[in-house]
């Protein structure tokens, strides 16, 4: 119970915390009574489907009492797909973007699989948590002899596999997606 206390919760798009007395409480610390029959609802809330004043106000909710998050729920960013990408399944505003090789080599280490079978790593692919494949190819490519000896890598396709179109994904699905590609494009 003590971790539960810790985090925002939601249900049918309302959102409650658990308080001292285990009880339940909205944003403005008012008794919160679950809908009849929603416990199987309950989720943990992504900052996604909060808008900004709510983040903000349940932010200070938590100050307010000391409340420490374990992790960064409330504070996690929220990223939201390039207009142009949401009609297909390429992510063309990245693609022709030119990163530094060990951007690249942190991909490897958070759990991007090296697609390619010759000397030289030119895609990588990773089977998201909610469900399609995410893929990202390279040119000139890695290294497999000396990854730190390839240079400057240009993103040549980023591409997400078994969805009709980005748009279909939820918004906490894109946000997630585009956090997983952050570590390319974002300064060290």
Known sequence: ?????????????????????????????????????????VRLAHPAHLSENDRLRWSERFSDYRILQPFPQLGRRVLALHPGDREGTRLASLEGTRVPWHRVAKLLRQGFRDASADSVLHSLSLRLPFGPTLSISLNPGLSRADVSHSGEQTLASVRV???????????VAQSELLLTLAPLTEPD
Not at 161 to 171: E, K, P, V
């Open 1 to 41: 119970m003590h971790l539960a206390r810790r985090l925002v919760w939601s249900v049918d798009g309302a959102t409650f915390r658990v308080a001292e007395d285990r009880s339940f409480a909205d944003l403005d610390d008012a008794a919160f009574t679950l809908p009849s029959g929603a416990a199987s609802r």
């Open 161 to 171: 596999h078994g969805i009709a179109r980005l748009a279909d994904l939820d918004a």
